[in-house]
């Protein structure tokens, strides 16, 4: 089973993108699911998550009014979108997509990693 993840890229400062990542709704329908991100020679850090049934957002400080969490669990995958607006140099990381049964704070022990994706944001 994976997590398939896409999106990022390369931007301004100051601007927009958008990540998705999408798994089987039969495998990840009761699964928290969200984004950690790392940069070189530093631990994933944990961004946001959002509970399996959507009710539930939780998120790291540094995000808040600039990112928003989203989930889709209406087709036959379970689709977590990272929708980061005002993107400032420091967000450049890759960013990752993750599930688990426990909430999403802490990367040791999450159950499934999606691919990384490159954010670079330039200044």
């Known amino acids: 089973v994976q997590l398939q993840a896409s999106g990022g890229g390369l931007v301004q400062a100051g601007g927009s993108l958008g990540l998705s990542c999408a798994g089987p709704r039969r495998t990840f329908n009761r699964y928290d699911m969200g984004w950690f991100r790392q940069t070189p020679g530093k631990e994933r850090e944990f961004v946001a998550g959002v509970s399996g049934n959507g009710r539930t957002i939780y998120s790291a400080d540094f995000m808040k009014g600039r990112f928003t969490i989203s989930r889709d669990n209406t087709m036959a995958n379970c689709t977590v979108y990272l929708q980061m607006n005002n993107l400032k140099p420091e967000d450049t990381a890759v960013y990752y997509c993750?599930?688990?049964?426990?909430?999403?704070?802490?990367?040791?022990?999450?159950?499934?990693w999606g691919k990384g994706t490159q954010v670079t944001v330039s200044s």
């Open positions: 993750a599930a688990d049964t426990q909430q999403l704070n802490d990367y040791r022990g999450v159950d499934y």
